[in-house]
């Protein structure tokens, strides 16, 4: 029972890095080629346009941190608050101001950016596990 165990840790810990990673990959990635409409719409949001580059950073590189397991506490921390943020300005807030379904598809997306944050906070307390760079450099499944 404990190898079965062992085993299905060293598949899990890659495979929800590299799930969680995926969303911020994508979406750094698709704001680069949608620039100018990523940037619009952050400023009809009421954030300023400027911080986009911020942004693809932090989506992009805390993607590519986690999905690495390179010092991947730190990066899913990071990815954690900036994915509870941004659900907050961009789906729960707009959404008390809509009604019927439109409301609905924002509160689901608040709490998908919940939930995310929720997986983000779980590397942050063990780590990135198996195959990662975290773990080959301290010997184990750090």
């Known amino acids: 029972m404990t190898q079965a165990?062992?085993?299905v840790q060293t598949v899990a810990a890659p495979l929800g890095r590299a799930l969680l990673a995926l969303?911020?990959?994508?979406?750094g990635a698709g704001k680069i080629?949608?620039?100018?409409g990523t940037q619009g719409y952050m400023e009809?949001?009421?954030?300023?346009?400027?911080?986009?580059p911020l942004v693809i950073l932090t989506?992009?590189?805390?993607?590519?941190a986690l999905l690495l397991g390179w010092q991947a506490r730190i990066a899913a921390f990071l990815l954690a608050g900036f994915t509870l943020l941004s659900g907050f300005i961009f789906h729960y807030v707009p959404g008390l101001g809509m009604e019927g379904m439109?409301?609905?598809a924002q509160m689901i997306s608040f709490w998908k950016n919940v939930?995310?944050?929720?997986?983000?906070?779980?590397v942050v307390s063990l780590g990135a596990g198996a195959w990662s760079f975290d773990g080959a450099r301290r010997g184990a499944a750090a």
Do not use: C, H, R
């Open 44 to 52: 009809m949001m009421g954030v300023p346009g400027a911080l986009l």
């Open 5 to 7: 165990l062992n085993t």
């Open 102 to 104: 439109e409301a609905q």
């Open 33 to 36: 080629t949608g620039y100018e």
């Open 23 to 27: 969303i911020f990959i994508t979406s």
């Open 59 to 64: 989506e992009l590189g805390g993607g590519i």
């Open 115 to 122: 939930s995310i944050t929720g997986g983000l906070l779980m």
